[in-house]
């Protein structure tokens, strides 16, 4: 047992710190996933992954991804290397359309907020990211970019696990 008396001042601001700091997310509008994923798990590096390359871009009043239908094996590892090719920044959130539906939602209530968590990726204007993704899961999931109207504009695509 660990008397109050010896933790001191810094340990308790550490522990605080700490706990802050799991809930924030990157940034300061950053925010964090501290649940399961529907679509899988975040890849390893050090196990074999296929890659696709999807492309993100804009024009002709339409927001789009390239391709946006993907066939994956179940169990089957994909580096996904994130390309945008548009004016604008844009992201590729990876889950269920009912969990992407209600994440744009908040994403409405606040533009500002980035994403660089495990099944999620912003990437800015004219620059690349890439997402390691286990797909554990049968079944069908999607990838969007939640940043407001860019959703409704059809900037969405479709995985679909065998």
């Not at 994909?78 to 959130?93: C, P, W, Y």
């Not at 049968?138 to 679909?160: S, T």
């Amino acid at each position: 047992m660990i008397k109050a008396s010896l933790i001191g001042p810094l340990a308790i601001s550490a522990v605080i710190f700490v706990t802050d700091a799991s809930f924030a997310g990157p940034g300061s509008q950053g925010h964090s996933h501290d649940h399961g994923f529907s679509a899988g798990e975040p890849g390893s590096p050090k196990r074999k992954s296929r890659t696709i390359e999807v492309t993100m871009m804009e024009g002709d009043g339409q927001m789009l991804f390239k391709p946006n239908r993907i066939e994956v094996k179940r169990g089957e590892q994909i580096r996904f290397v994130l390309k945008n090719a548009g004016e604008l920044k844009h992201e590729f959130v990876l889950a269920t359309p009912p969990e992407n539906k209600a994440h744009a939602i908040e994403m409405q209530k606040n533009p500002d907020m980035e994403h660089d968590d495990p099944n999620a990726k912003d990437v800015e204007s004219k620059k690349q990211g890439e997402l390691l993704w286990r797909f554990t899961k049968r079944g069908e999931f999607e990838f969007a970019c939640l940043i407001p109207g860019h959703y409704e504009a059809g900037m969405r695509g479709k995985v679909i696990v065998k």
